[in-house]
Each structure stands twice: as structure tokens, then as C-alpha cells.
């Protein structure tokens, strides 16, 4: 799965999930990780639909899977203003770990990878790192040892 420097995003403005997913699909296709957008957008809200991804302490997992997706990949997001989203806590999210996973890994490296992170959402250390750090280099270590399950 990729993850790396450039799939981390501070101070994403958006109001709201639908402006997110659409601010995660113009990425996604700009960086050719996506060959449509609006199959990405319908992936992300069919899936919120059958249970909200929104966990807590600010942190959401959405995960998309979909053929319009060519790698596996993971995105961080740092919101500008929390928005709203149902979660565990009954919290705003401000903290996204976006996940596009190709059909052909539903199942296998798709359920992998939502175990990595959401394991990591456990361990204070890293929700502490995750939430406070805006130095991209911190963070890029930080969650590139969550994926690989080093904590």
C-alpha cells in the first residue's frame, strides 16, 4: 500500500463529508491513483452509508473500494475546522485516515489495512503525534510504522 510524504494534507478546508470525498478524489486523480472521480465520491458515501466510519477523539477512517481505484493507498488529512460526522463520541472529526483500496484487495490487504490504523487510534502516543504534529516529517514516520504494524 503507498503511503508517503505527499499523501499527507494539512489544513484541508472543507465544510463538510461530501466536500471532503470531493477534495479526496481531486487529489486521488490528480496523483493518478484514481482514474474517476465521481465513482471514488460514490464509493466513499455508499460505504458511509451502511455505518458511519467516524470513531473518536476526533479521528474518522473512511475507506473506499472501488475498480476507478489503480493502488492501494492511504491519505492523512488534517482538517482546518472539524466537521461534523457520527462518531463513537458524539464528536466533531478533524482527523481523517482515507483509505482506496482496488476491488480485487477487498478483503485481504482493505481489511489489513483498517486494522493497522484503527489498532494505531488505540495507543495514545501515536493519536497525541497524529493530532498535535504539523511537522510532515513526524508524521510521515509515524504513521509509516503504524502501517507496517510496528506498534
Not at 471532503?20 to 455508499?46: E, G, M, P, V
Not at 488534517?78 to 480485487?104: C, R, S
Not at 497525541?128 to 510504522?145: A, H, P, W
Amino acid at each position: 500500500m503507498k503511503f508517503d510524504k505527499e499523501n499527507i494534507l494539512l489544513n484541508v478546508n472543507v465544510k463538510d463529508k461530501k466536500e471532503l470525498f470531493a477534495y479526496i478524489a481531486s487529489y486521488a486523480k490528480k496523483k493518478q491513483i484514481i482514474d474517476d472521480q465521481q465513482r471514488l465520491i460514490k464509493a466513499f458515501i455508499n460505504r458511509e452509508s451502511e455505518v458511519s466510519t467516524g470513531l473518536q477523539k476526533s479521528f474518522a477512517i473512511p475507506h473506499a473500494k472501488s475498480n476507478c481505484i489503480m493502488e492501494p493507498t492511504v491519505l492523512y488529512l488534517k482538517l482546518l475546522h472539524p466537521i461534523e460526522w457520527e462518531t463513537f463520541d458524539n464528536e466533531p472529526v478533524q482527523n481523517i485516515f482515507a483509505l482506496l483500496v482496488p476491488i480485487k484487495y477487498e478483503g485481504t490487504l482493505h481489511l489489513e489495512m483498517i486494522s493497522r490504523i484503527a489498532t494505531s487510534l488505540l495507543d495514545d502516543e501515536f493519536i497525541m503525534v497524529v493530532k498535535n504534529s504539523s511537522n510532515i516529517d513526524e508524521l510521515e514516520k509515524t504513521i509509516v510504522s503504524a502501517m507496517k504494524g510496528d506498534n
